[in-house]
């Protein structure tokens, strides 16, 4: 489905591009059919309503410079536009992690890319800022979930708080805090049990945790393939957690980024970094300018 919203964009604009001077009707048309491409996109409609109207505020009365053609001008502004509505303060790989031992709490659904996530945050936090980290599953629901992340741990080299059989996650959380305290790390991060759907029970979870850790970041991993879903679970999320900040992932899948132009607009919480594989090296910063050129196509 995003690859019409490249399609039609690169159309619309080729057909503005040969025409020469762009007339207001022309500016109409062409942004008439953004909207149309955003929602193919699932961006959500007020967004993309709000996205044109803001292009056509930019664009109404700007001169049109020699260099470019109106059409490309019209390209620049749609690509500026989409920057300012992607990018949130400040530099989003920064987190607040000072006052060792930090708390970092991810949370999300069941299949979003935690686990992965939490190793991909570690391995950097550890390697470009060397930082001592540790990491604690407290999926007490999927002794998998739980034993994926200690092998993902000793593949990176970062340590996981040893599983004890019948704690719970509150339980859990109280243990890792004393452990980074007594073992000298930096950073602990708490990765919470995700399920398939929201529900009563993982958000009456992840709050009581959230009470317990104090953390200094919680980072929502959402599916960046899943569109305006990933923007609801953000909302709630938000809403019954409090998110300090948002991790899309499989941005190397076939999507063109629409979920992260809602998942700004919609949510206003920054987007800190995207998934771009399965390995734990593939966690980038997120990067406006490039998600816009995603966009565009
Ligand atoms: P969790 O249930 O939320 O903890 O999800 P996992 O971390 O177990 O990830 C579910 C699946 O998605 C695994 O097969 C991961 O390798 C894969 N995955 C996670 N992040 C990415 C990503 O950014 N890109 C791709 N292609 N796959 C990912």
Redesign the pocket.
């Known amino acids: 489905m995003f690859e019409n919203l490249s399609e039609r964009l690169s159309g619309v604009f080729d057909r503005l591009t040969k025409q020469g001077a762009l007339s207001e009707e022309d500016v109409k048309t062409a942004l008439r059919e953004v909207r149309v491409a955003l929602l193919e996109a699932d961006v959500s409609l007020p967004v993309a309503r709000d996205f044109v109207k803001k292009v056509q505020e930019q664009a109404t009365g700007q001169a049109v410079t020699k260099s470019v053609t109106p059409g490309q001008q019209v390209v620049k502004i749609v690509h500026d536009t989409l920057v300012d509505v992607l990018r949130g303060e400040g530099d989003p790989g920064a987190l607040k992690i000072d006052n060792p031992p930090a708390p970092i709490l991810m949370v ?11 190793a991909k945050l570690a391995k950097r936090l550890k390697e470009r800022e060397g930082k001592r980290v540790l990491m604690a599953s407290l ?1 007490t629901n999927r002794p998998a ?1 739980m034993e ?1 992340l200690a092998i993902l741990g000793s593949q990176i080299g970062v340590d996981t708080l040893p599983i004890v059989k019948g704690e719970d996650p509150v339980a859990i959380a109280k243990r890792a805090k004393t452990q980074a305290l007594l073992g000298g790390y930096d950073v602990y991060i708490l ?1 919470t049990a ?1 399920r398939l759907h929201i529900d009563e029970e993982l958000i009456q979870q992840a709050a009581q945790v959230r009470d317990v850790a104090q953390p200094r970041e919680t980072l929502l ?1 959402v599916d960046g393939l899943t569109g305006q879903d990933a923007v609801n679970v953000a909302a709630e999320f938000d809403d019954k957690i409090g998110v300090t900040g948002v991790v899309l ?5 076939d999507g063109r980024g629409g979920a992260a132009l809602s998942m700004r607009a919609v949510t206003g919480k920054p987007i800190r970094f ?5 390995k734990t090296d ?2 980038e910063t997120f990067e406006p300018d490039r998600i816009a050129g995603r966009i565009l196509g």
């Open positions: 999300g659904l069941q299949g979003s890319g935690k686990t992965t996530t939490t999926d979930a994926q990765d995700g991993v992932t499989r941005m190397d899948g995207v998934g771009l594989g399965e593939a966690l």
